[in-house]
C-alpha cells in the first residue's frame, strides 16, 4: 500500500519562502515517478512540478519555473518542493502524487496515489 504524507504548508507573505515535503512509503520508488500538483478555491487541481525518481529528470509548470524546484532524497524517501518568491496567486492546497511510469505527465488523472494535501496561503 503506497502512502504519501505532505508536510511543510503554512502562511507566509509575498515574495518569502517555504519548503514542501512528501514522505513515500509501502514502495520502492525507483520506478515511480512523483508530480506535486495544486488547487485553488474555485478551481481545477494544477500541475506544478514532478520529478522522475529513478534518474531526478524534472519538469515544471510556467508559472512556477524559476522559482520552484522539486528534489529527491532517496535516503529518506521523500521529495520536496523548494518554493521560494511566493506569490498570492501560489496560494492553494498542494497535494504530492506517484505514477507507476517512468515519465512526468502534468495530467493529474495518470497518477495512481495522492497524499491528503496541505495548505498554502501567501498573503500580499
Known amino acids: 500500500q503506497v502512502q504519501l504524507v505532505e508536510s511543510g504548508g503554512g502562511l507566509v507573505q509575498a515574495g518569502g519562502s517555504l519548503r514542501l515535503s512528501c514522505a513515500a512509503s509501502g514502495r520502492a520508488f525507483s520506478t515511480y515517478t512523483m508530480g506535486w500538483f495544486r488547487q485553488a478555491s474555485g478551481k481545477e487541481r494544477e500541475f506544478v512540478a514532478g520529478i522522475i525518481w529513478a534518474n531526478g529528470s524534472t519538469r515544471y509548470a510556467d508559472s512556477v519555473k524559476g522559482r520552484f524546484t522539486i528534489s529527491r532524497d532517496n535516503a529518506k524517501n521523500t521529495v520536496s518542493l523548494q518554493m521560494n518568491s511566493l506569490k498570492p496567486e501560489d496560494t492553494a492546497v498542494y497535494y504530492c502524487?506517484?505514477?507507476?511510469?517512468?515519465?512526468?505527465?502534468?495530467?493529474?488523472?495518470?497518477?495512481?496515489?495522492w497524499g491528503q494535501g496541505t495548505q498554502v496561503t501567501v498573503s500580499s
Open positions: 502524487a506517484a505514477r507507476k511510469f517512468l515519465a512526468v505527465s502534468t495530467n493529474e488523472k495518470q497518477y495512481d496515489y
